[in-house]
């Protein structure tokens, strides 16, 4: 007999923000439930309803009134989990903004997705998360200790604030110093935490002396991380050993230039503007830090530069699309002009 599900409600007020939230819990045993957006939320000023919406979260979430950046109004920050193993957990932030809420998300991230805390004591929260990109890359998830991510929150958006605060930095570095010692005692996948390592170091404008650390103390016997995919996801060749994939790898994630010396200040800025797949009527635009999708039906919510990849100048990948910079020059000819990771293609 098919269990009837419970339907959970709750209302939070904070000065003029309050948000009424109702919840239905998935019955994992009914197919196809877990498809449902099953957390609906009305967010209300000064009772004035501005925002309600659906979204899906499963056998956890979490709905709060916190105060990020200290303007003396509380954010609505919703966290949502998307199930399955090492996966995924995403922060909504809605933030008053004179006449309407602006929206932001973290977007999916491993785990429990990170966490406000406020790391240097001047009662604003910074958002502590790492970068996924160096989960499997050179291990298994087990074996992987990716680098930090800092951001904090101002205006309605997560600014990328990692280097500013060396003394987590160490922290987290002394914590993976540790981890490579474990590793070479056990013999366990050393090259997923050095890879972290180095680019910890590199945070920490520490560069050369971490991988002088790697150089001395890989596996040389793993493979893994050394196959290179074309944008199909096929394989189309391998590194000769980890330095070199190492390297190619901290280039594509913006650590270093792509001449292999590293960035001075901070990771390679993007380029602002708006950026197209091709003729979908589709696009992306960059400003500020952030990025947001947008077609005829809207705009998404803005998340931080930092999920995106960049290829070359004027041109980044999204995990699934490569995206080229609207005033890049487009070859002439007959064809329509597609973007690849070389730039656009006449197809």
Known sequence: MKEIL???IKLSQSGAIKVSVSYTPNDVNV??????????????????????AKDYTRYTGEVVLQDLDKNGID????????????????HIIYTWDNSQFIKTETGYLDGNGGGFEDINGDGTLEFLTYDNSFLYK???????????????????????VTRNHPKILR???????EAIQEREKDDYEVNGVLAGYVAQKILLEEYEEGWKLMLARYDKNSDWGLEIYDEQGNVTNKYPDFPTALKAFLIQQNYLQENGEVQSN?????????????????GLTIKDGQYQYYDEEGESSWKP????????DGVIFDGEHYWCLSSL?????????????SGWVLQ
């Open 6 to 8: 419970r339907l959970l």
């Open 31 to 52: 197919s196809g439930s877990s498809d449902d957006k099953n957390l609906t939320y009305s967010i209300y000023y000064n009772d004035q309803k501005q925002i309600e």
């Open 75 to 90: 954010e609505v920050v919703i966290r949502t989990f998307s199930g399955g193993a090492h996966c995924c957990t995403n």
């Open 138 to 160: 050179f291990s298994s998830y087990a074996g992987s200790f990716p680098p930090s991510l800092i951001y904090d929150f101002e205006k309605g958006k997560l600014n990328d």
């Open 171 to 177: 922290e987290t570095l002394q914590k993976m110093y």
């Open 266 to 282: 901070s990771l390679i800025k993007l380029r602002e503007g708006n950026y197209w797949i091709g003729p979908m009527g589709m």
């Open 305 to 312: 530069v930092s999920q995106l990849d960049y290829v070359k």
């Open 329 to 341: 020059a487009q070859p002439s000819g007959d064809g329509i002009a597609v973007c690849k990771a």
